[in-house]
Structures are given as C-alpha cells and as structure tokens.
C-alpha cells in the first residue's frame, strides 16, 4: 500500500459513522427547522450537519489510487446503479398505496406501467423532484446521481490521489483553494442575499460536483494520517473527544446564529438560510467523520451488528421517504417534541432497514445473474462443458 492509497476494509467506527448519518438523514427530512420549537430545531440542526455531506467524506476516505477505473465502475453498477433502479421500480410499483390512491392489494395484482414511465423519466433526465404533484418520496435520489458524477471523475481523482510529489502538490492546492472558495461562496451569499447572479451561481455549486468532490479529496486526505497507525494511535486519545467537541461546537454555534439572525420572515429557516456560516457547517462536519474514523470498536458482536446494519444504509437512505411519508398518516407522534421526534424516526429507520433487507437480498440475486451472463459471455466454452 502506497502513502497516498489508503486500504479500503469494513471498519466498524467508520461504518457507524455511515449508520449515523444515514438516521440524522431521516432526522432532518422527517422535520424541518422550525424556530418555535427550540428544542426540535437543535436536534434537527445537529442532525443536519451529519448528513448527506459527511457520506461524501466517507467515500474519499475508502478511495485508492491503486485499484482501476473498471473495479470503481463495476462498483457504480453493483452498489449505486442496480440497487436505485431496484428502490424506484418497487415504490413505483407500490405507489398507488403509498399515495392512499389504491388499497395494497391492488399493487400486487395490477402492473402500474404509468409510474414505471414517470421513474424512467426520472432516471433519464436526472431530475427526482417531479413525480406526481402531490406525491414525491424520490427527492433523495440526488444522491444517486451525484454520485454517479462523482464516479465519473475518479480517474481524475487517480491522478490527483497518486503517489508521487506533483500530485500531492496538486491536491494540497485544490484542498487550499476549496476551502478559500467556499468560504467567499458563504461570504457573498450572506453580504448579497438577494443579488441573482451570485443565488444562481451558487445553485451551480451547489448541484454540481465541484463541492462534493472536494470533499472526497478531503475524506482522502484525513485517511492518510488517520490510516497511519504511528499517527492514529498517537492522536486517538484527542482525536475522538476532539471529533465530538467540534461536532457540537460548530452546530450549537451554527444553530444560535441561525435561530438568531437567518430565520425568515414566516418563522420558518430553510437551507438557504442555513448553509450560510460554512465554517462551523464544517468544523461539524469535520468533527463528525473524524470521531467515527478514529472510533474503534473491540467488541465483535457489535461491530458485526454495525456492518449488517451499514450494509443496508444505501436502501435505508433511497427508501426512507416512501417509508416515513406513508407512516406519518398512520401514527399519531409529535414530531415537534423531542420524544415524539426521535421516536417516530427510530420507527421509520427501523421499518426502513426491514425492507432494506429484502432488497438486498433481491440486489444479491440479480448480481449474481449479471456476473455468471458475463462469466459465460467471456467463456462460451463453459456452456459445452
């Protein structure tokens, strides 16, 4: 293993860490900031700043330079490609119940071409937020798709990440300028709030990959020094309260500035007026991923719970608001108490890990069929045999 290639392997901090972000996704989809209730807000400000960008981190930390472009691409087809296609054809299917249209029964006697048709739309042009008008659990499939681009640039990222003294030269650069980047983006957002070209420009930053593969090239980075046992075992003792310090000392900062000075006009805060102070956004974030990339976990049965759990993070995350937006109809929490809040999320991650479950095995199948049609296609010998 070369100094810049970290070794990708199932570590049970890390992938805990993936487990977390994956509820504290749920978290913030589940509510929204409400500046009334306090309490929720905190909660929903904490769980934001361990959301989807810290999966972005995690990527860059498990990515090597060593392993070929065809081993990522593979993974993109097994991993992010088969597994949403699986998700968004089941929810189609199962639509009219979800959306209270069609009793349950109905969806496993009648083919719903039509919303298998708005899907296909979907993933031809790359745009989750219009499916029925009064209906959308796909709007997290963003995810997918920026992963897919963020796949797509990875043999840039091989170049970048290599061993040799021009491109650490190179990424030490990208990382400074991203950083600086980033944080006159928040500067001009807070200083022209209401400037178009500058809200414009930064839905590009926003939607476009720059950022989230900025990110990896951190995520890679801190895996260097935190994959170094010289390093990690010297650190560790101020690395995981060091990590849970920063994660509640930039979102407690980045929830009092907000509930002080960014709540609207309504009452109500959205990410426009969240994202706003960048660097305690990261410090959070930051302190989030290193505490679980330094967390070790000795206990055998949990980590072997944590990599089950971890395993089905992927559908948790694609499933959830099908999940979560059917059950809200059905159960009577307040999602505006801290009890009510938290417990109707345990419940919608719980139900959401047990249909995981079955898709996985459904994935499992279909890889194993992909890869023996493509054994044989190499090797027609095989089929006289």
Request: charged share 15%.
């Amino acid at each position: 293993m070369t100094k810049n290639a970290p070794a990708a392997s199932r570590d049970a901090g890390i992938e805990l860490g993936r487990v977390f972000c994956c509820f504290c996704v749920i978290v913030i989809h589940v509510s929204s900031f409400y500046s009334e209730y306090k309490a929720a807000s905190y909660i929903w400000t904490l769980a934001k700043c361990a959301a989807t960008p810290v999966f972005f981190l995690i990527t860059g930390f498990f990515f090597s330079a060593d392993k070929p472009f065809k081993t990522y691409m593979s993974r993109l087809l097994y991993r992010v490609i088969i597994p949403t296609a699986l998700v968004m054809m089941t929810i189609a299917q199962f639509t009219p119940w979800l959306s209270d249209q069609a009793p349950l029964s109905q969806c496993f006697t009648t083919l719903n071409t039509e919303y298998f048709i708005k899907v296909g739309q979907i993933l031809v042009s790359f745009w989750p937020y219009d499916y029925l008008p009064d209906y959308n659990p796909f709007i997290s499939i963003w995810f997918t798709f920026a992963l897919i681009m963020c796949y797509l640039f990875f043999p840039i990222m091989k170049m970048i990440c290599a061993d040799n003294e021009t491109a650490r030269g190179v990424k030490k650069y990208l990382l400074w300028m991203g950083l600086f980047f980033f944080i006159c983006r928040n500067s001009l957002l807070a200083f022209f709030p209401d400037n178009f070209t500058i809200q414009h420009l930064d839905w590009w930053i926003q939607e476009k990959p720059f950022y989230w593969l900025w990110l990896m090239l951190v995520g890679h980075e801190l895996a260097i020094y935190l994959r170094n046992p010289q390093t990690a075992d010297r650190l560790r003792p101020m690395l995981v309260p060091g990590g849970v310090a920063a994660y509640l000392i930039g979102g407690s900062i980045l929830f009092w500035l907000t509930i002080t000075f960014n709540v609207a006009e309504n009452g109500g805060v959205n990410q426009r007026f969240f994202i706003r102070e960048f660097v305690f956004y990261m410090l959070a974030q930051m302190g989030m991923f290193i505490l679980f990339a330094s967390l070790k976990i000795n206990s055998r049965a949990i980590s072997s719970l944590i990599l089950f759990v971890a395993d089905k993070t992927f559908y948790v995350y694609m499933i959830h608001e099908a999940v979560f937006k059917k059950m809200i109809k059905h159960t009577d929490f307040d999602v505006h108490t801290v009890s009510g809040y938290l417990g109707f999320v345990i419940l919608a991650f719980l139900v959401s890990l047990a249909i995981a479950c079955v898709l996985k095995k459904t994935e499992r199948v279909i890889t194993r069929s992909i890869i023996n049609i493509r054994a044989g296609t190499r090797n027609p010998a095989s089929d006289a045999a």
